[in-house]
């Protein structure tokens, strides 16, 4: 039917979004919300049904499609999120992926490639010749996501009180802070315990830190430039790791708010030794092609384009979060 609609849902660890697409593929309606992470937001259910609220009584919602964070990951709660879509959506076709499996199939629009994720987490994923897909990393912030913004920030603190302490040699990233937060300095470990505790996401908060990790590294603090290189570092590792799945000549492309940060990207780059692919949609519009998918739609690159250039506006809105106010940024 011509007037059938598809709901693309883009979750992650400090937003999400959501999208409503004509068969045109032109985005009719959206919105954006606070982290859906069960793994480490407690409130992800109410802060989910939220924003999906506008949308649950459109009549002509045919298909859904909803990548969220952690699925399956923790057997537990993806039965959670899929009891959650299920319910609020009983009439639709309903489909549930993982966040980053969606970010890979609007990057690629299905096609082979190798996606590496720097988000508030990070991940490889991967997709071969023939269809499977493979992953790496995602184990989380207290036993992985090494090269994430989480990664980045945590350990931008660390540097920062050894740095402070006389442990590590001065950096800009401390002076960098303590102006961003406004938050006095006189008394440091007062002041930063004081802001880390009072966190409402603190995965989120401490995330948005390597906004000033890139700030200081591109004013030339060599302690930042550092930690942007060590980054770089482990997410080529995540690359070296998940390259074997696909053929050598694979190309690779890149998600999440992390890469906001272009000397993260060139020296990822360079050590994987030749650049990224552009993405065909961003993590929204492979949330509407999976959905896509459930109706055997066959979208042309009319239908792609028409998601790429509407989606824009909703993930610029998206990426307007604030540090000081204790928020993080992120893609997928």
Known sequence: MSDEFVLGIDGGGSKVLVALADRSGRIVKSSRGRGVNPMDNPN???????????????QNVAAVAAALPAFGEVARLSELQQQAIDRLFPNARR?????????????FAGKPGILILSGTGSMAWARNASGQ???????????????SSYWIGRSALSVISKSLDGRAP?????????????????DPMN???????LLPNRRAGIAAISTLVDKAARCGDEVAIGLIEQAADELARHHSAISGHCDNDASWTYAGGSFNSALLLGSLARRIGKSPVPSKLPPIGGALLAAAQLLDWFPDESWFGQVAA??????????????????????A
């Open 44 to 58: 992800w259910l109410r802060e989910l049904e939220e924003q999906l609220g506008p949308f649950v009584n459109h």
């Open 133 to 147: 897909s493979a992953r790496i990393g995602g184990w989380g912030d207290q036993i992985g996501d090494e090269g």
């Open 170 to 186: 001065p950096t800009a990233l401390s002076k960098i802070l303590f102006d961003e937060l406004q938050i006095e300095a006189d």
């Open 191 to 197: 002041a930063l315990g004081d802001w880390v505790t």
């Open 95 to 107: 489909h549930i992926l993982n966040d980053v499996d969606a970010a890979h199939l609007g990057a």
């Open 310 to 331: 509407t989606a824009d506006s909703v993930g610029t809105s998206a990426n307007k979060l604030s540090i000081k106010n204790n928020e993080g940024w992120e893609h």
